[in-house]
């Protein structure tokens, strides 16, 4: 029966995203690529042997040493890679665009490096890295040779420590025309070269839509974890940036989607563990972001966050309601499956309408459609609509509870606490709710 109601579900998503009204984009997040995952001695024969080999070899070496596909607890792997390429292929082989959300890097990479390579010196590891970046964005470039992708600067990419960001350094120069060859328009390639460079966030038009922008930020300058030099002063200015920007939206009567790695609100699972609540951002930061947000709510479609690697919403509760939908992660390293997001949106209104979910089961080693949000929730016309329908308990809560964690475990015994995090987005508001 449950192979039955697949089946019907999958016709029904297909049916539903492919209307004449509706654009699709996908929606990728945390891919945490490990190359470290088939080394066994100290240092490594096969790290050395990618180092010294052009990237254009590189997926013959990687198809030659590795084999097995991740377990929960590990990060992606080169076969979790090709997996999930292909299934994008397959299942949405030309949308308007795609999103990376950050975070190309496998966790502790640096540690990893040390571990295995023989060179141990900064520029061998910077290259390393680099070359990283580059077979992976040839790997991505393989799957969409016609279709823009844009990169999103997550706390893993970095030539630092996790969380570090280097404005105008190294790191967004060398990375700048590496992730710039994922958009096809040369023009548009080389205007988000130009302003990711600075500081890892740009702003680009969507083909086709002149109407929609994507903004894309560098959200690691805004966290309490973030660090480097003259942070404060490049969160200041990224703020001011994304005010000017949205301010330029509205003027011209455009609207925008915002895209970014680490969420604004709370870190409900970080809470958990903690005892009190803990908010990513530093607080003058959230408040700004906050009151630009509110400021422009009525130009805002969307915000795309990820980091957390679960599949979550939230509707931020302003005059203009705000859609955040989380993208889960490629890495199974907090023990989800594997997943990536299909979104619907109207050529129209540009408001979104829906999204679908696939996801590769650990247990199978077989990716499926895990759900169309449509059908689990009230039906309505819009995305917002329909994430309103979410209450504490019946149906729908109950799959919130299961899809959060991409159907490997339920949060229902802490539900009070991830159900807060739908509609209260400052801390003070959260603990009001959880009151």
Not at 14 to 19: F, G, K, N
Not at 168 to 197: C, R
Not at 428 to 435: F, G, I, K, N, P
Request: with cysteine.
């Amino acid at each position: 029966m449950r192979q039955v109601l697949k089946i019907i579900f999958s016709l029904l998503s297909v049916t539903y995203i492919s209307t004449a009204y509706a654009e699709q984009f996908v929606s990728v997040a945390d891919l945490h690529f490990d190359p470290f995952t088939s080394c066994t001695s100290k240092p490594c024969p096969f790290i050395d042997q990618l180092r010294q080999a052009p990237v254009n070899q590189w997926p013959s070496l990687f198809a030659a040493n590795v084999t097995d596909v991740p377990k929960a607890g590990q990060d992606a792997n080169y076969v979790l890679l090709e997996s999930t390429l292909a299934e994008l292929k397959r299942v949405e082989g030309s949308p308007q665009f795609v999103l990376m959300l950050g975070d190309m890097l496998a966790h502790y990479f640096p540690e990893k490096y040390a571990k295995y390579s023989s060179d141990k010196s900064g520029e061998s590891y910077q290259a390393f890295v680099k070359k990283v970046m580059e077979f992976l964005v040839g790997e991505i470039n393989k799957t969409y040779p016609t279709v823009d992708v844009y990169p999103v600067v997550g706390n893993n990419d970095t030539y630092g420590e996790d969380n570090s960001s280097d404005v105008k350094g190294i790191f967004f120069q060398e990375i700048a025309p590496v992730w710039s060859s994922l958009i096809k328009d040369k023009t548009v390639q080389s205007s988000m070269q130009n302003q990711f460079s600075v500081g890892g966030y740009y702003v680009v038009s969507i083909p086709g839509q002149p109407d929609l922008q994507l903004i894309v930020l560098n959200s690691i300058l805004f966290t309490k974890k973030g660090r480097g030099k003259n942070i404060f002063e490049a969160a200041d200015n990224e703020l001011d940036w994304l005010h000017e920007t949205l301010k330029n939206i509205a003027a011209h009567h455009q609207h925008a989607m915002i895209a970014l790695h680490v969420p604004v609100g709370v870190d409900v699972f970080a809470t958990l563990r903690s005892g009190t609540i803990v908010e990513p951002y530093r607080s003058g930061n959230e408040k700004i972001f906050l009151q630009i947000v509110e400021e422009f709510s009525d130009s805002i479609i969307g915000i795309f966050p990820s980091h957390f690697h679960q599949d979550w919403f939230q509707i931020m509760p302003l005059k203009n309601p705000i859609i955040v939908s989380a993208t889960p992660s490629i890495s199974p390293y907090f023990g989800n499956n594997p997943a990536f997001k299909v979104y619907d949106y109207s050529k129209q209104t540009l408001q979104l309408e829906n999204f679908v979910v696939y996801f590769d089961s650990l247990k199978s080693q077989q990716w499926d459609l895990e759900y169309n949000f449509k059908m689990i929730s009230a039906g309505k016309n819009t995305l917002l609509e329909n994430m309103q329908q979410l209450q504490e308990t019946g149906d729908f809560a109950e799959r919130y509870q299961t899809y959060y964690s991409v159907s490997t475990a339920s949060i229902a015994k802490y539900w009070r606490y991830y159900w807060c995090d739908v509609h209260a987005v400052t801390a003070e508001a959260y603990q009001v709710c959880l009151q």
